[in-house]
């Protein structure tokens, strides 16, 4: 005997493509919109050829020299706290992977921080309900992943053979796409109360944001770009940027997007000079 109607679409909506599919149809709303080229490609795989590991990423969107790599996450009831130790306020930087491949040159690639508009909250804590303290940070874990499968993906456009336009690098954005509400709590460490590792009530700051910056010490395949002299400048050195989007607010933030150079690239194309800096000819 047939499932009714009802099981069927019960059965379709228990899984996430249906979510999946929404994010790429906003997505393909703003190229019509804006009259853009933005190639989407979904369910793209991806291989670690050094662990054997391997995945699927949902959405690849390439716009010019960016990639956005989106992990869409649907949530039930979800509420997603970022906390804020410092009450920091918004960050422009975000720590991305770029590539570069210029014919007869060494192919380049590296994590460095560029500025990144519009501008967001930047977190390295993430606090999710129903997640004890022995499970391992639902976050971190999927940003695990998320940055593995970005690396690979860099890989394979690299041995493509795809050169860099007038010494632009491509730059890869990591992103967490969700239905789940997003709020900050900004606060003073010493409001913490040191007897119960609780922040009392009345203390702290809260607050509901579009997207954030969830940025801290997380795996990659990658190798130190620049030897590290002690243990902080190492972490710093692995420090990765995964953008985590309330889907409500995808369409305005993505078409408010720019990236450029941080610190000590000033203006487009730094490649080169980062080329003379390694000694590459």
């Known amino acids: ?16 493509f249906l979510f999946q599919l929404r994010v790429e149809h906003a997505i393909r ?4 919109r804006h009259r853009s080229v933005w190639t989407i490609a979904r369910e793209h795989r991806w291989v670690d050829p050094t662990s054997g590991t391997e995945g699927f990423v949902d959405l690849v969107v390439e716009h010019g020299a960016g990639r956005m790599v989106i992990e869409c996450k649907r949530v039930q009831d979800g509420n997603w706290i970022f906390l804020i130790p410092d ?3 918004r960050m422009s930087r975000a720590k991305l992977l770029w590539t570069h491949q210029q014919a007869q040159r060494k192919d380049l690639s590296g994590w460095d921080d560029f500025h990144v508009a519009p501008s967001s909250p930047e977190s390295a804590f993430c ?21 593995r499968s970005t690396e690979q993906l860099a890989n394979e456009e690299l041995a493509l053979g795809r050169p860099s336009i007038n010494g632009t690098p491509h730059v890869y954005y990591p992103m967490i796409i ?4 997003l709020q900050v709590c900004r606060f003073d460490p010493c409001d913490i109360d040191p007897l119960t590792g609780q922040l009392p009530e009345g203390e702290g700051e809260f607050e509901s944001v579009p997207f954030i910056r969830f940025r801290k010490n997380l795996s990659t395949s990658s190798s130190f770009q620049r030897a590290p002299s002690d243990l902080k400048q190492a972490n710093t050195e692995y420090e990765r940027t995964v953008f985590v989007i309330n889907i409500a607010e995808l369409t305005n ?5 720019e990236v450029g150079p941080f610190d000590r690239f000033t203006s487009w ?10 000694g590459d000819t």
């Open 29 to 32: 709303t703003i190229t019509d």
């Open 87 to 89: 009450k920091r306020d």
């Open 127 to 147: 606090t999710v309900r129903g997640q004890g303290e022995r499970d391992v940070p639902m976050l971190e874990r999927i940003s695990g992943i998320l940055l």
């Open 178 to 181: 969700t239905n789940a509400a």
């Open 253 to 257: 933030i993505l078409t408010e997007w």
């Open 269 to 278: 194309p730094w490649i080169p000079a980062r080329q003379q800096e390694s």
């Open 1 to 16: 005997m047939p499932e009714s109607e009802e099981s069927v679409r019960n059965l379709i909506n228990a899984s996430g």
